[in-house]
T-cell receptor
């Protein structure tokens, strides 16, 4: 069965510091991988996704993620955090090719001034 | 263009009552998904529709939950005899097609509180 694990339900960084949000997945077939962001009282917004091809994926707002098959990981990074990055981040996988997304538990990112 | 819209934005109901939640997907999107977001369970898939195919209901938690999609557009999620554990945010998403890594666009959700 598919599953997604996000290490750390809360991550706190200083403004300008590196952001690293971890995501590991289990899948018996090469999956499609997604990172979504949810701002307070809003729906989910796609940050980036991996489908095929280049394993380093760039998304909106300066975020990027690298698909590492050998490590079954898809960690999200941003070189320099901004206050506006404070939100909840969800990693998701679709390995059934149906669009049915399996989500991780989410990581709340706090950015300190 | 317009995004995915959901109504109502908030719903408070009494235990045992039925509720209907509505989703208007992005025009032209053939796939529509329902998810539930709750404190204890995180984000869970409920059901999805793809075109005129039979819906995939594998995520529905009980037979009190049902959904339909009329004319390949608007969808209604119905919860019968609501229970307190049904309290959650119900999210709808649509995509151009299903699978293949297609991006799903989410609505703002309906926050359901069962008293």
């Amino acid at each position: 069965a598919q599953s997604v694990t996000q290490l750390g339900s809360h991550v706190s960084v200083s403004e300008g510091a590196l952001v690293l949000l971890r995501c590991n997945y289990s899948s018996s077939v090469p999956p499609y991988l997604f990172w979504y962001v949810q701002y307070p009282n809003q729906g989910l917004q796609l940050l980036l996704k991996y489908t095929t091809g280049a394993t380093l994926v760039k998304g909106i707002n300066g975020f990027e993620a690298e698909f590492k098959k050998s490590e079954t990981s898809f960690h999200l990074t941003k070189p320099s955090a901004h206050m506006s990055d404070a939100a909840e981040y969800f990693c998701a996988v679709d390995s059934s090719n149906t669009g049915k997304l399996i989500f991780g538990q989410g990581t709340t990112l706090q950015v300190k001034p | 263009g317009a995004g995915v819209s959901q109504s109502p934005s908030n719903k408070v109901t009494e235990k045992g009552k039925d509720v209907e939640l509505r989703c208007d997907p992005i025009s032209g999107h053939t796939a529509l998904y329902w998810y539930r977001q709750s404190l204890g369970q995180g984000l869970e898939f409920l059901i999805y529709f793809q075109g005129n195919s039979a819906p995939d209901k594998s995520g529905l938690p009980s037979d009190r939950f049902s959904a339909e999609r009329t004319g390949g557009s608007v969808s209604t999620l119905t919860i019968q005899r609501t229970q307190q554990e049904d309290s959650a945010v119900y999210l709808c998403a649509s995509s151009l097609t299903s699978g293949g890594g297609e991006t799903q666009y989410f609505g703002p959700g309906t926050r359901l509180l069962v008293l």
